[in-house]
């Protein structure tokens, strides 16, 4: 069974920046192969941020494009999510997910699509 743990998350002033990490455990390549980042604030959907299909090709929402920028170890078993310029908009519960069951890389931001996932890293951005 796949276990993920994000890390990194906190308090962060607005215009700051977080580095979020995910590390895997009792995982299969394959279900490592591919990983993404979500986030959902209290009331709303579960939003997908970014996703690393393979070993390079990555895609990120519009919200996020610009500001975010995500990145894997497969040295360490791990994903990371680099956030910069931090607003309150994006005040949520992170979450990493592995064990993608797209068909391609247009399908990374697809909560639907993840089989498996942490139990999230709180992020707070106050102005």
């Known amino acids: 069974q796949v276990q993920l743990v994000e890390s990194g998350g906190g308090a962060v002033e607005v215009g700051g920046s977080l580095r979020l990490s995910c590390a895997a455990s009792?995982?299969?390549?394959?279900?490592?192969?591919?990983m993404g980042w979500f986030r959902q604030a209290p009331g709303k959907e579960r939003e997908g941020l970014a996703g690393m299909y393979g070993d390079g090709w990555t895609t990120d929402g519009d919200a996020v494009s610009g500001r975010f920028n995500i990145s894997k170890d497969n040295a360490k078993s791990s994903l990371y999510l680099q956030m910069t310029n931090l607003k309150p908009a994006d005040a949520a519960r992170y979450y990493c997910?592995?064990?993608?069951?797209?068909?391609?890389?247009?399908?990374?931001?697809?909560?639907?699509?993840?089989?498996?996932w942490g139990q999230g890293s709180q992020v707070t951005v106050s102005s």
């Open positions: 997910a592995a064990g993608f069951s797209g068909s391609d890389a247009s399908h990374l931001l697809q909560s639907a699509r993840w089989n498996y």
């Open positions: 009792g995982y299969t390549q394959r279900s490592i192969y591919s």
